[in-house]
């Protein structure tokens, strides 16, 4: 038989070193792109971690077998503010919502102002009650799950998946269905942070429904949820939503995200977690890059110098944020940014741009 030499074994050694680097690296690459939230898995020390809860879109798009087509459903008042905005919203959805990777289905503006407006021809709409007079203390967005509430049960919702959206989103390719049959499919919001609120949470999530991690970092929009499911949570999270705004403590600590931590308190007291999804939505000016989200959420003012440079808070040379339109629709063919503004921002002001030059009756200030 023939003598290993020590050169040979050396060499066998590197390369068992990188096969085993190799299997490891797949292995949490796998992890990182296809977790699934409250797994865990023990590290070395005997410490536990959580699997990276954010999943990636499928690299191949295509669909296999029958779609499962969700509705897409977004509530508003008949305010101008929220009327320019929706009707931008429905010229993308329709522009992206027959496309072959797409599982848009049926449209519904939730008019919760308790009368028809004049968009009632341009936009599917279901005409919903406010609160009562007094009832959404002066915080209107109160009015949300109250809406969904009676949509779900006054409608005739054909799909069984619901896609909670926003005027100020922006469909900017078309949107397969994210959700699975157990999990519905959300946005990860840095600022809300259940774990840094813990105290005031445990007065609506109290310590024998389990960890405060069980609250998902979450609003209500975008999610794209089965049907069955929001039917349970929109009660919860309507009446959850009302206390926490009676509660000084709480509103205090939530101000205007209140009713995000209300729809993600009431998904856990029912049990359900969100797969919290990578490309599901970006947010200019902090995000600048396009990639693979597929919505654009232009709730941030984006105000630069003619260089290009971030001017956050104080009004810029260039600019542009949504308020400057409150009491109406912006005008046709907006001035682009300059060079060096990030993609996303162009992006915005391209779109609106083009849903202005092709909604009819477009009009300035109304």
């Not at 308790?114 to 203390?137: A, F």
């Not at 915080?139 to 009676?150: D, M």
Request: aromatic content about 12%; proline content about 9%; glycine content about 6%.
């Amino acid at each position: 038989m023939a003598r290993i030499t020590f050169p040979v074994l050396v060499f066998l050694a590197l390369a068992a070193c990188v096969a085993t680097y190799n299997t490891i690296t797949m292995m949490n690459s796998s992890h990182r792109g296809h977790a699934v939230p409250g797994s865990l898995e023990e590290d070395g020390e005997g410490n536990v971690f959580a699997f990276d809860p954010l999943i990636k879109m499928p690299d191949d798009e295509k669909l296999q077998g029958p779609k499962r087509l969700f509705h897409v459903a977004v509530t508003a008042n008949d305010s101008p503010y929220n009327r320019w905005q929706c009707r931008i919203m429905y010229y993308w959805y329709k522009k992206f919502r027959d496309a072959p990777e797409s599982e848009m289905g049926g449209f519904t503006r939730i008019l919760h102002s308790g009368m028809p407006d004049n968009l009632m021809e341009e936009i599917p709409t279901m005409v919903v009650d406010p609160l009562p007079p007094g009832e959404d203390r002066g915080y209107v967005v109160l009015n949300r799950p109250w809406a969904f509430v009676q949509w779900l049960r006054k409608a005739n919702i054909t799909e069984d998946y619901i896609l909670m959206a926003e005027p100020d989103h922006l469909f900017i390719r078309p949107l397969p269905n994210l959700a699975t049959e157990d999990m519905p499919a959300a946005y990860k919001f840095f600022y809300i942070v259940p774990s840094d609120n813990e105290k005031v949470l445990r007065k609506y999530y109290p310590k024998e429904k389990g960890p405060i991690s069980n609250i998902d970092p979450i609003g209500n929009s975008p999610v794209i949820i089965k049907k069955s499911q929001l039917e349970k949570i929109a009660p919860t999270w309507s009446d959850v939503s009302i206390k926490m705004k009676d509660d000084p403590e709480t509103d205090k600590a939530f101000g205007w995200v209140l009713e995000m931590y209300g729809y993600a308190t009431a998904s856990a007291l029912h049990g359900i977690k969100h797969l919290l999804a990578n490309d599901f939505m970006l947010q200019p000016p902090w995000d600048t890059d396009i990639g693979e989200s597929r919505i654009i959420h232009y709730t941030y003012g984006c105000d630069y110098t003619m260089q290009g440079k971030l001017t956050y808070g104080k009004i810029g040379e260039w600019r542009f944020d949504k308020r400057a339109y409150s009491n109406g629709a912006p005008p046709k063919n907006l001035t682009l940014p300059p060079p060096g503004i990030p993609e996303t921002v162009r992006k915005v002001v391209m779109m609106v741009n083009e849903a202005t030059a092709n909604i009819p009756g477009w009009k300035e200030g109304e």
